[in-house]
């Protein structure tokens, strides 16, 4: 067997490790005769086989470690998707509740406005209110005092000349002029009277009434006989009550004369009355030209006729249905109006007793 000599260099640094382990040329010497006796053992193959299933081991485990880690890489870019929505969904909910807080303090701040805006407008529409009524109520003042001078002065002059007409000292043309006097003068104290009743009405609340035991058969008869015209009335059952029967007359005068104003020439106007439980109806009719629809519903407003282009006969001023409607509310009843098919027709249902009234 040849002998071969190896020449083993040796660094500073190995040099002073093996020192450690004793002297360096028996350390040398221990590690040559081990790896003679290595390659000289029989179970060198077993070795080599075992290297090979440690290595095999070592690369499963190397497979299952890179396995593990792209699991965890794979697991750390699935959590940081889902923090990263997570954060995107925060931030979304931020923003939107951002511009939700915006949009609130701004319809706070313009609902304010609007609230200062609206507040200011109801003052100065209070302000034009209280200034109208107060102007109205003047008006009206006024009207009923210059109504209640007027009364005094007029009624003297009515007198005079129904004097002078009595005393029959006058030739013909002095007494047709006498006789125009008292005409106008009962002309004017209609009108003042209206207009004082206008004012009662207005500012009093209401017309004051007096009611007492009464038969509207007999005011109806009265109211007939009142007129040279062609009426008829028509009385069902019983029709007695409380009323004013002064004011009462006056309301189916005021409305009868109206329909014989406005009847059609040649026919005839209609006053039924009936009993209607605790109320009673008078229907008041005319046949001819109905009252235009646009006009109707504000026929029982002060200084408004049922046909705006005809003057009034009777010289009032436009307040005859206005007071008539008065006098019914006073009473508590109603006074309504219908016209169509040339039949025009105010129907006043009345309680047996007024708001108020005391048993008799």
């Known amino acids: 067997m040849t002998k071969q000599s190896i020449t083993v260099e040796l660094d500073d640094e190995t040099i002073r490790y093996l020192s450690v382990l004793g002297p360096p040329t028996d350390v040398l010497a221990r590690?040559?005769?081990?790896?003679?006796?290595?390659?000289?053992?029989?179970?060198?193959?077993?070795?080599?086989?075992?290297?090979?299933?440690?290595?095999?081991?070592?690369?499963?485990?190397?497979?299952?470690?890179?396995?593990?880690?792209?699991?965890?890489?794979?697991?750390r870019e699935s959590t940081d998707k889902d923090l990263s929505g997570e954060r995107s969904h925060s931030d979304t909910v931020l923003v939107d509740q951002r511009e939700a807080n915006e949009r609130m303090v701004g319809a706070t701040i313009r609902a304010q406005e609007l609230a200062d805006v609206a507040d200011a407008a109801k003052e100065r529409a209070e302000e034009s209110e209280r200034e109208l009524l107060a102007v109205a109520e003047f008006r009206e003042m006024f009207i009923g005092i210059l109504g209640h001078d007027l009364r005094n002065p007029l009624a003297s002059i009515g007198m005079a000349a129904a004097s002078l007409l009595r005393r029959g000292h006058l030739d013909t043309h002095d007494a047709e002029m006498a006789a125009r006097i008292i005409r106008n003068g009962q002309r004017i104290s209609r009108m003042i009277t209206q207009l004082l009743d206008l004012t009662r009405a207005r500012l009093g609340g209401g017309l004051l009434i007096e009611p007492k035991p009464a038969d509207l058969r007999e005011i109806c008869q009265s109211v007939v006989e009142e007129f040279e015209a062609t009426l008829q009335l028509e009385v069902e059952g019983d029709v007695t009550g409380a009323w004013d029967a002064d004011r009462l007359a006056e309301v189916f005068s005021n409305l009868t004369g109206n329909a014989i104003q406005y009847a059609t020439p040649g026919t005839g106007v209609v006053i039924k009355a009936r009993s209607d439980g605790a109320a009673v109806v008078v229907e008041i009719s005319n046949q001819g030209e109905p009252i235009p629809a646009d006009v109707l519903p504000f026929i029982f407003e002060p200084f408004?006729?049922?046909?705006?282009?005809?003057?009034?006969?009777?010289?009032?001023?436009?307040?005859?249905l206005y007071i008539a409607h008065q006098i019914v509310l006073s009473h508590g009843g109603t006074l309504e109006g219908h016209s169509a098919d040339g039949t025009t027709t105010f129907v006043v249902r009345l309680p047996r007793r007024p708001p108020g009234a005391g048993t008799s």
């Open 31 to 75: 590690l040559a005769y081990s790896a003679a006796e290595g390659v000289r053992h029989p179970s060198y193959p077993k070795r080599d086989q075992t290297d090979k299933s440690l290595r095999v081991e070592r690369d499963k485990s190397d497979d299952r470690d890179e396995g593990r880690r792209k699991l965890l890489a794979v697991e």
């Open 304 to 320: 408004r006729r049922a046909r705006h282009h005809e003057k009034s006969a009777s010289g009032n001023l436009g307040l005859g």
